[in-house]
Each structure stands twice: as C-alpha cells, then as structure tokens.
C-alpha cells in the first residue's frame, strides 16, 4: 500500500491554478522558521536551484513588487533596480510585505496575492523544466512549469542573481 502525501487545503494561489487549468503538484513539508528555500529543498529532496522563492521588495516610493529568485542565489538590488528604472530596491519588512501579498512571510506565492503586483523573475528559472514555488502556506510548495509564471503573472524577465 502506497503512503499518501497529506492533503493541503486550498490557498488562493492554489484556487488561482486551477481556474486557469494550470498542472501542478502539492509538495507539503515540515515548516521550520527561517529555514527558506534551502530547507524546503533538503526535506522535499530537490536542487536548490529549481526551488524558487517568492520575495516581496520595494522601490524608492515604497511601491511594492515581487522577485522570484533561486533557492541558492540572492539578488542584487542594484542591478534589479537599474533594470526596472528605479532608483533603488530593497525588501520590505516582514509586515509590511505580509500587507502587500496578504500572506505570512515563509508562506508567499506571487499567486493570488491580495492586491496585483509587478512580478520580476530570474531568466534563468525560466530555463528550467520545473520549479517549485511557494503555494501559499508556510510548508507548502506547488511545483510547476516556470512559463506559467510568466502567462499567469505578466512577469518581465530580468538578470539580477548573485551567488549565496
């Protein structure tokens, strides 16, 4: 008899996918605060690098937006900046970036967030076959094909990833 993955109840980036037919697979894990990308990998046993992660930032005006990045790379605000014509960019306060998505910090998907967000993500995801994203709850991700991100989110493509 095979174990079955416990059932996660639905998020709104989860009730987003699938009104838009979009596949994609629950992969729950055991949540462990500020264990990031990199946790979430070791447990589900996936490579850091297709492990994305879902950072809320802000611009000079305090405008929100969204980076999706690589498990094991950070970005470099200053290049994002120069590339998206802002001044400067920087992450927002775990309060405030809980504010703009309406989802806890750990727990962020660019799907379904409260209010619609410029979305930014690495062109190098874009290259993969499948990633995994936050699903909308701390412990969980949903892995899918990285073009829906773009389709879904209108996400500009922009080279900002540095080495952790």
Known sequence: ??????????????QLLKSRNVAFTECPYEYVEHGGAMHSAE?????PFTVVKTLVMQDQDAKPLLVLMHGNRKVSTKNLARQIGAKSVEPCAPEVANRHSGYLVGGTS??????VLPVYV???????????????????LVQLDPRDCVR??????VNCALAE
């Open 122 to 140: 690495e062109e190098t995801i874009l290259a993969l076959p499948r990633i995994a994203i936050n699903g909308g709850r701390r412990g969980f």
């Open 1 to 14: 008899m095979t174990k079955r993955a416990p059932r996660v109840s639905e998020t709104p980036a989860t």
């Open 110 to 115: 660019p799907f379904g967030t409260r209010r």
């Open 43 to 47: 447990v589900l046993g996936l490579d």
């Open 152 to 157: 879904l989110l209108a996400a500009k493509t």
